[in-house]
Every structure is written in C-alpha cells, then in structure tokens.
C-alpha cells in the first residue's frame, strides 16, 4: 500500500477475504435469492393483480430504515395523508440500514407478519422480485390514482424488470462532482467541473502544485461503499461497463472496461494526484484533505456546512470519457414497494400512501429535510433553488442520468467482489485486466448460481 492510498477498516476486511467464493459473500451480505416457501421464477401478469371491486384497508404499516434521517419529514406526511384519507400508517424502523431490512422483510416472508410497504434500495429490490414476493405495481397504481408519467423517466425506469414495474422512486440521490472552488483559483483554472476525465488528468498536476502538504487534487470515494456505484461513470465514459445495458452479459473485462480501469490506477500510481478515501471522500473534501471528488447529492447540504467560511464548495454533473460524455450519470438510492403476500385491500391502501409520500408536494418537503432529488417532473423546486442554487445542478443532471449495470444492482453480492477487485487495482497496483478477468469469473458465477434459476 503507497503512502497516498487508504483503506476503511471495512475495506480491509473485504481484502482479507479475496479468497472468498460468490456462495460465501452472498451468505454473509443479506438474504438469498431463494424464498422461504422454496418457489422458482417470478412469473406473474405484469401488471398485476386486479383491485376491481376492492376498498382500500383503513390501516397499514411502513418499514423503512429512515434514509438520509428522514424520519421525521416522513412522520408529517404520513399525517398529512391520514387526515386527507382517514387510512392510518404506522411506521415501523426495521433497521437501520437497507441490509437490515432486507434481513427482516426476508424472515417475515417465512411466517412472520408483513409489512404493507418496503423500503426497496437500488441493489435490494431485484432479490424480492426473484423470490417472488413483490408484486408488479402498473394495476395497484392505476387504481390509487397515481399518474406514472410524472415520475422522472430515469428514476422509474430504475424499478422495471421483464416489462413490469417493481417499485417507484422516493429516496433517490445522484453523484456530483464537488470541487474546492479556492483550489481551483489558486490553480488558475475555470470555475467549473471538467467536461471529461481526460480534462481533468490535464488539470490535476495544477492542482497538485498548490495543494498543501498530505493533499490530493482529487480522491476517490470510499471502495466498500462507493466503487461499484460511482465508478460506473467513468466505466460508461470510456465505452464500457461492469455489464451490457440491460443485459448480464458481463463486460467488466473488455477493453473499454480496463482502459477506464487503467486510468483510474495511473490516477494514484502513475500520475500521484488522487488518493482513496478511508470512509468519506465528501468529508476529506471538506477536511481540505482533497480539492476535488465525487459523492452523493445527498451530501450537498452537510458539505455546505461543514466549508462555511473556509472555503466555496462547486458543484457540476460527472465528466464523461473518451467515448461517451452523457449520459454518464448513474441514479441511485431506494424506493417503495408492496409485498404479494398481503390483502388486496392493504395493497390498494399502500399504493395509494405511495403514491402520496411521493406526490409532487411530499418530495419537495422530503427534498428539502434530507438533501434527495424530487422524483416528480412537476414539483415545484422553486422553494428548493431559493434555499441552495447549487442544488439545481444536481436536479438538472436527473435529465441525463442512465439506469445501473444490472451486474451492479441485480446480482447479490457484486458490490463486495466489485470492491475488492478496485481495491486491489488501486491500493496493490495489481494487473488490471487480470484483476476484472477474474471479477469476470466471480459475477457470471454468481448470476449462473443466484439469479437465472429464478428467472422466468
């Protein structure tokens, strides 16, 4: 390990398991893809069930793991849509990340009481969708009154899966490019994010020059948590990917794949202008550990704080690659879901509190409380731009946003195996090709194993 890389303790314990199986990290990183009942492929009408005739239950209950600290705004809306509807939610923590909900929603399917709504993360909600337990939402939503048209298209599309769709947006968030705008006027450079990564290589060595003693022009987010989500961007903006758009067809290991790869190792190794964020790059940021890096719109507002009077945060969409500069945005965050196992008069119920929770007022209100991007095309913003202008750019950017590698969000356990192959590539200057040939091997074997014999 060099003296400018890191690892989180987290990360290095990934490391240490390099020998690992697929089966193993599938076991230790949340619910299988079997249910308990031991049923195969989903297969359903795509549309779902028929709510003719049905009235909707007069009380449900929510599990979510309050994302972004987004209980309490989430307690007002619930009141909000009891008194304008009279159907009573109870809001349940049943955990405190999505892992842990996962965990619960999976033993309830095996005889414990279900809930009438789930919180449904972007790399969660398939595993419900092959065991079967979700149900498709196109009837349920029609018979709320929920438009899904209004929905932004990248977004919903984020939920579709075999020409149905699975869950709706509600806590959704993007990465940014957040830079040190004194950094970068020190460095002589223009005010704005670089249009593409190879931009940056030419700005990064300015940057170095003026950066202080321990400091990077750019850090990498944090592997354990960040490297299969964000490094999708440069994947994409180099032609290649973890997989093939809308395919699990695996490409981590192409060409284009490594090259992308290649650039993010010369990055730390060869050019010495970027390190690897221990825990959170956005901090490091803030910390003056680094002057550029790339995180969550979520963590806008807790950067803004955390630099008042030190310094100007910038904020601009992702740079793009050799190959394609837009749109190389990936989404990413949760939505909500119904279980199958419920009444249709609960179901009915909880789509019409879906549909509310995420209606063009709630996601404002949400918007504003917790720093996600409002899911709806016709909310009004007016009140969030007034309050912080830089959060117009994370909003503009939804425009150009692309649905995740299905490698990334549909297969159990590629999030671990895609750390441990960055972070050997990054912090051991390990061969790229072999390092994605052998992630290669370890994604197909969890998709031939985990996800295809529940396919339909």
């Given at each position: 390990m060099t003296t400018h890389s890191y690892l989180s303790r987290r990360s290095l314990l990934g490391l240490a398991g390099l020998g690992v199986g697929a089966a193993a990290l599938s076991a230790c990183g949340g619910p299988s893809t079997t249910s308990g009942s031991g049923s195969g492929a989903a297969s359903t009408d795509p549309n779902g069930p028929s709510f003719d005739g049905v009235q909707p239950a007069k009380q449900i209950?929510?599990?979510?793991?309050?994302?972004?600290?987004?209980?309490?705004?989430?307690?007002?809306?619930?009141?909000?849509?009891?008194?304008?509807?009279?159907?009573?939610?109870?809001?349940?923590?049943?955990?405190?990340?999505?892992?842990?909900?996962?965990?619960?929603?999976?033993?309830?399917?095996?005889?414990?009481?279900?809930?009438?709504?789930?919180?449904?993360?972007?790399?969660?909600?398939?595993?419900?969708?092959?065991?079967?337990?979700?149900?498709?939402?196109?009837?349920?939503?029609?018979?709320?009154?929920?438009?899904?048209?209004?929905?932004?298209?990248?977004?919903?599309?984020?939920?579709?899966?075999?020409?149905?769709?699975?869950?709706?947006?509600?806590?959704?968030?993007?990465?940014?490019?957040?830079?040190?705008?004194?950094?970068?006027?020190?460095?002589?450079?223009?005010?704005?994010?670089?249009?593409?990564?190879?931009?940056?290589?030419?700005?990064?060595?300015?940057?170095?020059?003026?950066?202080?003693?321990?400091?990077?022009?750019?850090?990498?987010?944090?592997?354990?948590?960040?490297?299969?989500?964000?490094?999708?961007?440069?994947?994409?903006?180099?032609?290649?990917?973890?997989?093939?758009?809308?395919?699990?067809?695996?490409?981590?290991?192409?060409?284009?794949?490594?090259?992308?790869?290649q650039y993010v190792q010369d990055s730390v190794y060869k050019g010495k202008w970027a390190g690897v964020s221990n825990k959170s790059a956005t901090d490091d940021l803030a910390a003056g550990a680094c002057s550029?890096?790339?995180?969550?719109?979520?963590?806008?507002?807790?950067?803004?704080?955390?630099?008042?009077?030190?310094?100007?945060?910038?904020?601009?969409?992702?740079?793009?690659?050799?190959?394609?500069?837009?749109?190389?945005?990936?989404?990413?965050?949760?939505?909500?879901?119904i279980p199958k196992g419920i009444k249709p008069e609960n179901q009915l119920a909880a789509a019409k509190f879906i549909g509310y929770l995420t209606n063009p007022e709630s996601t404002v209100a949400f918007s504003q409380a917790t720093g996600y991007m409002p899911v709806r095309k016709s909310a009004d913003t007016s009140s969030l731009l007034a309050a912080n202008p830089l959060i117009g750019t994370a909003i503009k950017q939804l425009d150009v946003t692309r649905t995740q590698d299905y490698a990334r969000v549909f297969l159990p356990g590629a999030d671990q195996e895609m750390a441990k192959s960055v972070a050997q590539i990054v912090t051991q200057q390990a061969d790229v090709k072999q390092a994605m040939s052998s992630l290669k091997g370890t994604l197909e074997q969890i998709y031939t194993t985990q996800v295809k014999p529940h396919l339909a």
């Open positions: 209950t929510f599990w979510s793991n309050h994302p972004g600290n987004s209980e309490a705004v989430t307690r007002q809306i619930i009141q909000k849509f009891t008194a304008s509807t009279g159907i009573t939610v109870n809001l349940v923590t049943a955990g405190s990340t999505y892992e842990e909900v996962a965990q619960k929603f999976q033993a309830a399917q095996a005889g414990g009481q279900l809930p009438d709504v789930v919180v449904f993360s972007d790399v969660w909600w398939f595993r419900y969708y092959t065991q079967n337990s979700i149900i498709p939402l196109a009837n349920a939503l029609k018979a709320a009154g929920v438009d899904p048209t209004d929905y932004r298209d990248g977004l919903y599309a984020d939920y579709q899966y075999a020409g149905a769709q699975w869950a709706v947006p509600w806590a959704r968030s993007t990465p940014l490019f957040y830079y040190n705008k004194s950094d970068w006027k020190k460095a002589g450079l223009p005010d704005r994010a670089p249009k593409t990564w190879a931009e940056f290589a030419e700005w990064a060595p300015k940057l170095q020059a003026v950066a202080g003693a321990g400091q990077h022009a750019y850090e990498h987010p944090a592997l354990a948590d960040y490297a299969g989500w964000t490094l999708q961007n440069i994947l994409w903006g180099y032609g290649g990917g973890w997989s093939k758009k809308d395919s699990f067809d695996i490409t981590c290991d192409t060409d284009q794949s490594v090259a992308a790869l550029a890096t790339i995180g969550s719109t979520g963590s806008l507002v807790g950067i803004q704080k955390a630099v008042a009077g030190k310094f100007q945060v910038g904020v601009g969409f992702l740079p793009g690659g050799p190959v394609s500069q837009s749109p190389v945005c990936p989404t990413g965050g949760a939505g909500v879901g």
